[in-house]
C-alpha cells in the first residue's frame, strides 16, 4: 500500500509497512529492498514532473545509512527538488521511520535523466515543479 502526503518540507512521500519479506538476516530492513523502493519512487516523481516515460537513474551520491526498521514499523520515502536540468532533474531523499521518529537513510543527490528512445538524454523543457492543479488549470485555458 502506498499513500502519498507532504512531510515537512520534502515534495513527495511515500509510506511501506515493513513485512516480513522486506528483512534480511538479521531481523532489519533490507538496504537493497530500500533502495529499489527510493529508486522507484524517483522514477515515478521524474516521470510525472518530466512529462516523459523515459527516464533513468544517471547518479546516486553518497547513500548514509542512519537507522534501521523492523517487521511492524512504517517507513515515510520523502523526496525534493534541488534542480532542473536541460535533460536531468536532481533530487535529495530522506527515509523516515514513522514508529521511532529516526531517520534511516539520506541520499544528497539522485539525478535522473530523460532519454530519447536510443536511450541518448534528451532535452525534458521543464524549469520548475508542477502540479496536478496547475496542469489542470493550463489546460482549461
Keep these: 500500500m502506498i499513500i502519498y502526503f507532504y512531510f515537512y518540507c520534502m515534495e513527495l512521500i511515500s509510506t511501506h509497512p515493513i513485512k516480513k519479506s522486506d528483512l534480511g538476516f538479521h531481523g532489519n530492513l533490507f538496504g537493497g529492498k530500500l533502495l529499489a523502493w527510493i529508486d522507484e519512487e524517483i ?3 521524474a516521470i510525472i514532473q518530466l512529462e ?3 527516464i533513468v537513474t ?3 551520491s553518497e547513500i548514509n545509512f542512519r537507522s534501521s526498521a523492523k517487521q511492524g514499523d512504517i517507513i515515510e520515502i520523502g523526496i525534493d527538488v534541488i534542480k532542473f536540468g536541460t535533460t ?3 533530487l535529495t531523499c530522506e527515509v523516515r521511520n514513522m514508529m521511532t521518529k529516526e531517520t534511516i537513510i539520506t541520499i544528497d543527490q539522485i539525478t535522473m535523466v530523460s532519454v530519447s528512445i536510443e536511450g541518448k538524454p534528451q532535452a ?3 524549469t520548475k ?3 496536478v492543479e496547475d496542469r489542470l488549470k493550463n489546460n482549461l485555458i
Design 58 to 60: 544517471k547518479h546516486m
Design 129 to 131: 515543479i508542477e502540479y
Design 88 to 90: 536531468s532533474l536532481t
Design 124 to 126: 525534458h523543457g521543464k
Design 52 to 54: 516523459s516515460p523515459r
Design 43 to 45: 522514477a515515478l516523481y
